[in-house]
């Protein structure tokens, strides 16, 4: 079973640019999640998939932020304008239906100078 | 608000000592607190869990102890290898629903040899 494969690895930009994030969660996976880690601080939840559907998003920081599963299949995570404090490493998980045991992908470090 | 306190930050111990990750939460709801591994490049991998029910569990050299009237619970790694050498996250959740993990902040174990 191919693990949840994210992209690009890393990420530098400047402020203000745009950035896209991708993951593509284990096949059969309904459930998709986004999560951040800031500089040392704890692992932040961004938002929950079920499919293609938002389930929660109570984690998304702001409106520069915009998460996207296109037929429940893989998602995007768009930041526009990228801002310094968005900086940091963005992780995504999928699992099962109804089920728990996520997976995490290795994650996309991004870094807005 | 941070909902998972962790203790300590970062952790040194000799090869073969017994390092102990403490974690506490506030919401009472929660009744599935996993602990999670993380590998530097690597996405945080589920280590063990433990639900409220039971006061401790081992799996090998891992073992939580869990105290639900304090509302704490702990990581213990005996005879402890410099392979174990990682970031740990413990968190919460509610096991039922498939929703977001809460993290704690991490501990970064060094295992001397």
């Known amino acids: 079973e191919a693990g949840v494969t994210q992209f690009p690895s890393h990420s530098v930009i400047e402020k203000g640019q745009t950035v896209t994030l991708r993951c593509d969660p284990i096949s059969g996976h309904d459930n998709l999640y986004w999560y951040r880690r800031v500089m040392g601080k704890e692992i932040k939840f961004l938002l929950h998939f079920v499919k293609e559907s938002k389930q929660d998003e109570s984690g998304m920081p702001n409106n520069r932020f915009l998460a996207e599963r296109t037929g429940g299949t893989y998602s995007t995570l768009k930041v526009q304008p990228a801002e310094l404090e968005d900086s940091g490493v963005y992780f995504c998980?999928?699992?099962?239906?109804?089920?728990?045991?996520?997976?995490f992908g290795s994650g996309t470090r991004l870094t807005v100078v | 608000q941070q909902q998972v306190k962790q203790s300590p930050q970062s952790l040194i111990v000799q090869k073969g000592g017994i390092p102990i990750i403490n974690c506490a939460y506030e919401?009472?709801?929660?009744?599935?607190f996993p602990w999670y591994q993380q590998f530097p490049g690597k996405g945080p991998a589920l280590l063990i869990a433990i639900r409220p029910d039971v006061s401790e569990k081992k799996e090998g050299r891992f073992t939580i102890s869990f105290n639900k009237s304090a509302k704490q619970f702990s990581l213990h790694i005996m005879d402890s290898q410099p392979g174990d050498s990682a970031t740990y996250f413990c968190?919460?959740?509610?096991?039922?629903?498939?929703?977001?993990?809460?993290f704690g902040s991490g501990t970064r174990l060094s295992i001397r040899p």
């Open positions: 919401n009472t709801a929660f009744d599935y």
């Open positions: 998980a999928s699992s099962r239906p109804g089920g728990y045991g996520y997976t």
């Open positions: 968190a919460a959740t509610v096991y039922s629903s498939a929703s977001k993990i809460i």
